[in-house]
């Protein structure tokens, strides 16, 4: 459950922050806010990735040496069913957290005295593109291996048929407490640097006043 909400919290923060990127959006006062959210959800994300349960952890999925030999089968039209992610899935789970990582801290020095709107809207749209090839990726394996996997990333189930299995293991109520910590920490953070964080205030175009802002005070600090 904790990554099924995680997964479809950075869908909705992710879609919210492009259709409020332009200044004449219904949304654009939420577009600095949807950044804070993707960025709190990474925070957890990262966390979760060493003490969630089995599946969640990234030492799962997260197996450089077993690429190859998977897309060697992939290429033969071959694709063997997993419980969690392929070698090829985990990839891409690492690839996505980057992006989105990325398009944040961007984003953020555009609040600041330095950043680039340029270097940030080019990285958004690679981002735009990994996830375009993410959904690809998924309805692909769902045809070859006969799994809807779209399903399974919102029931958090799959057919166990030709697997052999152990009950997956619950988080520990400390694993939660942990995640839950990391939650607040970081909201915690956040606000500290921008109380307006997650008001849903701040349009796009805040984020370029706030940097000049931070220039001029800067400016009239060195007189």
Same mark, same amino acid.
């Given at each position: 459950?904790?990554?099924? @909400?995680f997964h #479809? &919290? $950075?869908v909705a923060a992710i879609a919210v =922050? *492009? @259709? &409020?990127?332009?200044?004449? &959006?219904? @949304? =654009? %006062? #939420?577009h600095m806010a949807a950044g804070w959210i993707a960025a709190v959800l990474i925070a957890f994300r990262l966390s979760w990735g060493f003490i969630g349960s089995q599946h969640a952890r *990234? =030492?799962?999925f997260v197996r450089p040496g077993a690429l190859l030999p998977h897309l060697r089968e992939l290429f033969k039209g071959k694709a063997e069913r997993s419980v969690? /992610?392929?070698? $090829?899935?985990? @990839?891409?789970?690492l690839a996505l957290l980057g992006g989105t990582a990325a398009v944040v801290w961007t984003g953020v020095q555009l609040t600041g =005295?330095?950043?680039s709107e340029d270097l /940030?809207? %080019?990285?958004a749209y690679g981002l735009l593109g990994l996830i375009a090839v993410h959904v690809i990726g998924v309805i692909v394996m769902s045809v070859m291996t006969r799994d809807n996997l779209v399903r399974a990333m919102v029931t958090g189930r799959k057919p166990a048929a030709g697997f052999l299995v152990q009950q997956s293991e619950r988080p520990r109520a400390l694993a939660a407490l942990a995640g839950g910590a990391v939650v607040v920490m970081s909201v915690l953070g956040i606000l500290r640097y921008d109380k307006t964080a997650f008001d849903g205030v701040s349009s796009e175009a805040g984020e370029y006043e706030q940097g000049e802002a931070v220039g001029t005070d800067g400016d009239h600090g060195n007189d």
């Open positions: 459950m904790p990554v099924r @909400l #479809w &919290s $950075l =922050a *492009f @259709l &409020s990127s332009e200044e004449d &959006s219904v @949304l =654009a %006062t #939420w *990234f =030492a799962s969690g /992610h392929n070698p $090829l899935g985990g @990839l891409a789970v =005295a330095g950043g /940030h809207e %080019t990285i």
